[in-house]
């Protein structure tokens, strides 16, 4: 199984599983394993004598996980059949989301800085949203011309409206 | 004592508040928001009322509704834990005037120290050291040639009414005086209603120290020695400890003395606080008084064992206070990390979620004030902090040292968190060395944002990651996945959303 | 400093060690019997290795096994935890031959203090009062008349290498005293492979008190005050508290200094308690000494801001005391609750089981020191104790108030527990009183057995359970259980159980 | 729905049912209650503005739940149809588990302080056992002989073992 860690494909194999003990290559390595499924979504790995204590915390689909071990979060997508369909069929045009601004939580808007037909800069300041006690600016991805505002200064907007379409 | 208490806040306060008169045989009375009921402060309190939608404008800052659940639930006294209506006069007022206690200081009090120009007044006519400045309203622009002058460059404009950093100018020589008068004045406005600006000396590099009082309604005041809040992003706390790593007993005594001096100038009641700006030459001057708990007060419990919600109670009732000055001392040492739903890496970007794994740290010298769990939503509508994780340590060294073992034990899965942020500032050198002021996140910010690496790594934890996600993910295939909180609620889904709560 | 450290350990005792190992920058490698693959310990170390089936004596009592490990992961020191083999002289030995540090006393401390016999002429020599009685092993019949009239009834007859109240006998009459000591003998015989037995005179009512004390490599002894331990089931403690409400300063002064005594008496090195009978008249007298980190130390660390475990390590690698007796203060007030698997209306019978919810109370003043977790099973093999719930308060008072809270916001489903009765000693008049000795809990069986009502029921809540599990009850039916954590290792059934551990 | 709580029988019927909001008769009372599953097994209620917080624990059957609340463990029993099913087939011998002394737990028998054939009366200690680092004395239930002991002093034993017959 081909399975994406922190951006970096790797092919992982389960060669032999007998009990909890499990034999599992990892790209060129070959871990001897015992693997206990200590708590919903924990697990404690021991491997040649070290401990791991894994947290593995659903992602958006049912191939996407975190997993957390002490400080490091290492994000974890399983590749398989179905993902690598999508992959394929999506590859033309990834960047299509990038065409509107969207608000990621319910708040207000406190300033828009730009009018439509505006050439826009990458890192560009677009929109200025208060939510949570803070405000925070979200900012052009790439180089783009503003083609339609939907909201207005001081108004109230609600968690993943459209807020400006970009072209 | 009193026989029930509304707490008129929601989150970690709210729970805090509720343990305190647990402890004390006092029962509590929740009021929430639509998007709280499911928060532990409704859970844990005796009684809870829904007092309207989620933004606080139509719930937690309702006066009205407030008024009306304590008069249903015949409750005696009103806790404003912090925000909110905590620092509001009116507030203060109508609660009296109800026939209620507020569990804090008086209409005068709340009024005079949250105006910038009288709170300044005041305390010059006590002799509290402010920062030089003027006493008076900035109108023309000769008065305001003059007073600058007078101060010295650099000078920062203010916002008499100011909070936030709005309508707040920092001026650097005589040409940009009047024009910078001018535009903090219409922010001003803007923001607060109130266009008066007064002029202060700029103090560079400033450490930001405050001290913890008590004041009964007998006169009788006390200081619980400084809380050293000087690592701030975006002009907000995250770290406080206590003692600070800047102080000497003489200092402390000196500007202990001072606090106590501030809280009597305005017939203070209550626990309070007084914020000073330290130079690094060790001159001080009164900042601003917060008239209510802080966030940070646990670490002032700490070192002086002392339950500040509990003393707020007694006073409140009319005991005298339970200690005298010279029963007080400082042991071991104290530090909090404020956990924030924020993406620390993303401008400390607010980051609200499901949170679908939580594990607490536990142990010798921490203490959690939190109020979410395992499968809790964090709201969008209210401050991202989650919990305070405060360590305990004979020596400072020690609070840093159990820091970093207490947050690598505490796990929250689901949202971004400021855990792993909070870990390199316990790393940063001028924090190990207590050399630091509110500039520190700027002063280090190389260390701390760019210098990513993977920490305490053990070898081979990637591979160990991908086999724990494989693993799970052909458990999910084969099994209804237990751990997917939202399915529990989708599963919870023929009981519709909330509609039918007892509502005012 | 020590680069690792192997813990000799399991439970709450084992991840105790290891949170203070992670505080010191030190690596930790745990030790594992087949029934504990899942345990706390096992997953917060470092490494871990399996070194036998459940029961003790193939497993964690295996000396060779674990110094087999601490040679495989290059160990520097093995730290014993409390009981399996922190008090066996033979373990010290060993692990000093194989050139490992031994975090504990040496062969010579552990095995005089282990005979009773020898350690109360130790304790003479050196001048502690002990309990009048024979300072050898009786032998004839003679003697033992002799000796007991001596000491005037009643007395006990004791096993030298007695415990757990085996190898004992009241003696209340001259008549009595052969058949006694024949008895005794051959029960001692059988248990501890060891007949010696003497006679202590027996002390009425007596309060359990004892002195941690701390010795370092360099001949300095410091004591940390008392705790107090009369709150006994089974002649198991199970509520410990400092200070001791019976104590007065010059007693404690006293009672410190032989304290300190006792362990110079006997070269003492490390972390050790000096266990006292105390009278109603305020007479004490040495009882035995506790060669380990006792159970209750958290109390100690609560009032005096020490770890006492960093402590044991300092001293281990060879450091001098970190403290001088006359920088040591008690501050504030601890209590310490046994959380155990057991059924305590019942005998306290042990109730192992499977913990299928769980919530620890938080916030102010409490620490809990567990190694249990929602879906863990408690295994069947070992104490049962679940966890240590220790509170601390500016007053013995709120110490007993927040106990109260703290074990009302702990919920431990699936097991019978010890919760609620340790609720109702906290209620007991003897106890709030502080007036109770090692009789407590038969003097008040009463109020503790045969009173019980419901605890603060509010109105109606027998229907609003009804409710609850009706509505668990159709969720369940509709769809696949969540919270069964049975299922979800019945969904990992295809892994097996355990076989594949690296085994010694 | 008949539901028996700490062994009083009592008759629940969920009269109504909008959102979250029940109005339900337990008995002769009717409750209109606010209720809200706020983690797995825990539910809170709102009745007339009191907060009840319930932990329901499940037991040994679908059927079976223990509600925690505050200090205090509720005893609650489903009788859906198939439990009153069993309940009237099982009423003659409901004391037929009488007949055998079993193991709760793995642990060694310290003594067995009686023999074949003896008359026990109710209360009579018949084997002591030591687990978990005590002590356990179990007791015959009533007055019964022993037929069969099954197991010796000394002997280690295993959870749920047969350990003595009576008649």
Chains 1, 4 share one sequence.
Request: glycine share 6%; with cysteine; aromatic share 8%.
């Amino acid at each position: 199984m081909e399975i994406i860690v922190n951006k970096q494909s790797i092919e992982v194999e389960i060669l032999e599983r007998q009990a909890n003990e499990l034999l599992i290559a990892v790209g060129n390595k070959k871990y001897r394993v015992d693997v206990e499924r200590v708590e919903n979504g924990t697990y404690s790995i021991l491997c040649r004598g070290k401990s791991y204590d894994l947290k593995v915390i659903p992602g958006d689909n049912k191939r996407n996980f975190t997993v957390i071990h002490k400080f490091n979060n290492y994000n974890v997508e399983i590749l398989d059949a179905e993902a690598r369909y999508r992959k394929n069929r999506n590859n033309t045009n990834l960047d299509e989301d990038q065409s509107s601004i969207f608000s990621p939580m319910p708040g207000k808007v406190v300033k828009i800085p730009i009018k439509v037909g505006d050439s826009i800069e990458s890192g560009q300041t677009l929109i200025i949203i208060s939510a949570m006690k803070m405000e925070s600016e979200y900012k052009a991805a790439k180089d783009c011309i503003i083609k339609e505002i939907l909201t207005t200064e001081g108004a109230t907007i609600e968690g993943n409206q459209s807020l400006i379409l970009l072209e | 004592m009193f026989k029930k208490i509304l707490i008129a806040n929601r989150g970690e306060i709210a729970v805090r508040v509720i343990r305190s008169c647990q402890e004390m045989g006092v029962k509590t009375v929740a009021v929430f928001s639509e998007a709280d009921r499911r928060s532990l402060h409704v859970r844990y309190a005796d009684e809870a009322y829904c007092i309207g939608p989620p933004p606080s404008a139509e719930s937690y800052l309702r006066m009205d509704k407030i008024l009306e659940v304590a008069r249903i639930t015949k409750a005696d006294a009103i806790h404003p834990g912090y925000g909110f209506l905590s620092e509001n006069p009116e507030f203060s007022h109508l609660i009296k005037k109800s026939g209620l206690i507020f569990i804090g200081p008086s209409e005068f009090s709340i009024r005079t120290m949250g105006n910038k120009i009288s709170a300044r007044q005041r305390m010059i006519e006590a002799g509290v050291p402010v920062v030089p400045g003027t006493k008076e309203n900035i109108t023309d622009k000769k008065q305001a040639l003059k007073a600058t002058e007078n101060i010295g460059f650099p000078v920062m404009i203010k916002a008499a009414a100011g909070g936030g950093g709005k309508g707040m100018r920092l001026v650097r020589k005589k040409e940009e005086v009047w024009e910078a008068v001018q535009s903090a004045k219409s922010e001003a406005l803007d923001s607060f209603g109130n266009d008066s600006i007064y002029v202060e000396k700029y103090i560079d590099s400033p450490h930001h120290i405050e001290f913890q009082i008590l004041a009964d309604k007998h006169g009788n005041v006390i200081h619980l020695f400084e809380r050293e809040c000087s690592v701030q992003r975006r002009h907000q706390k995250i770290i406080e400890e206590t003692p600070s790593p800047l102080m000497t007993d003489k200092l402390r005594k000196e500007m202990g003395r001072y606090a106590v001096d501030a809280a009597k100038a305005v017939n203070y009641e209550g626990a309070g606080t007084i914020e000073f700006l330290v130079d690094n030459d060790l001159n001080y001057y009164f900042l601003e008084m917060n008239t209510r708990l802080q966030v940070e007060h646990p670490v002032t419990e700490n070192v002086t064992g002392i339950d500040l919600v509990k003393e707020q109670i007694r006073i409140a009732w009319g005991h005298k206070l339970s200690y005298r000055q010279n029963e007080l001392t400082q042991n071991g040492h104290s530090i909090e990390c404020r956990i924030y739903a924020e993406d620390s890496d993303n401008n400390f970007m607010p980051s609200p979620g499901l949170i679908k794994k939580m594990t607490e740290p536990k142990g010798i010298g921490v203490r959690v004030d939190g109020y979410v769990f395992e499968g809790f939503e964090v709201p969008v509508y209210y401050d991202p902090l989650i919990s305070k994780l405060i360590t305990f340590g004979k020596t400072r060294t020690e609070a840093i040292n159990r820091m970093k073992r207490c947050l690598e034990e505490y796990k929250l899965g689901g949202i971004k968190t400021s855990l792993h942020f909070l870990k390199r500032i316990m790393e940063t050198p001028d924090f190990v060395k207590g050399k630091y002021n509110t500039h520190f996140i700027d002063q280090n910010h190389d260390f701390l944002f760019n210098n990513i690496v993977k920490d305490d790594t053990m070898e081979n934890t990637e591979d160990m990651a991908a086999i724990a996600a494989l693993l799970e993910y052909q458990l999910n295939l084969n099994h209804t996945p237990e751990n997917n909180h939202s399915s529990s609620r989708n599963a919870w889904k023929e009981f519709g959303r909330k509609k039918g709560v007892t509502r005012l």
